[in-house]
């Protein structure tokens, strides 16, 4: 039996438009960015964001065979700075999706997580895990940043998503 599925490039392409959103909202809103924050101990959502961005860009790096840098080497830094880590997953992911054969999607692959220590996993459910952590994470930026006075004004549920119809 066949089912129809939603493919790995039109997650990874919901994920490049919505972080783009997120990304023009924080320019016109830079105060945001200090705003406290406790969620996955990040201190404020700076510090959120570079969670985000450094799980898409490690496992990305795991992905492609490439180094994995140290959780804590990556910067907080600047706006550019933050959305650069994106950036640079963004290519990795786009680069591994247009070389894997569906044998090299399902070949499992072992991942030194920072909180969960050693898991396996198949090169497909670490590349949706990415797509998957960044979206539940989104959700949670929208409500803390609504309960500090910084409301989004975008529908960000991926029946919106221009990535697929």
């Known amino acids: 039996m066949s089912y129809a599925g939603i493919t790995l490039a039109e997650l990874l392409a919901d994920n490049e438009a919505s972080t783009a959103k997120w990304q023009a909202w924080f320019a016109v809103n830079p105060g945001a960015l200090d705003v406290p924050c406790d969620i996955y101990n990040s201190g404020s959502v700076r510090g959120f964001l570079r969670h985000i961005f450094a799980v898409e860009l490690r496992h990305s790096q795991r992905l492609v065979g490439g ?9 907080i830094g600047s706006l550019d700075d933050l959305f650069a880590i994106h950036a640079q997953a963004v290519r990795n992911l786009r680069g591994f999706l247009e070389h894997a054969s569906d044998a090299a999607l399902e070949e499992d692959t072992m991942i030194q997580t920072v909180s969960a220590g050693t898991l396996h996993a198949s090169r ?13 994470h989104w959700a949670q930026m929208t409500t803390h940043l609504r309960k500090h006075g910084y409301a989004t004004d975008w529908a960000k549920d991926f029946l919106f998503s221009e990535a697929m119809r």
């Open 67 to 75: 180094e994995v840098t140290a959780y804590d080497a990556i910067p």
């Open 124 to 136: 497909r459910k670490l590349f949706a895990h990415v797509m998957l952590h960044s979206i539940r």
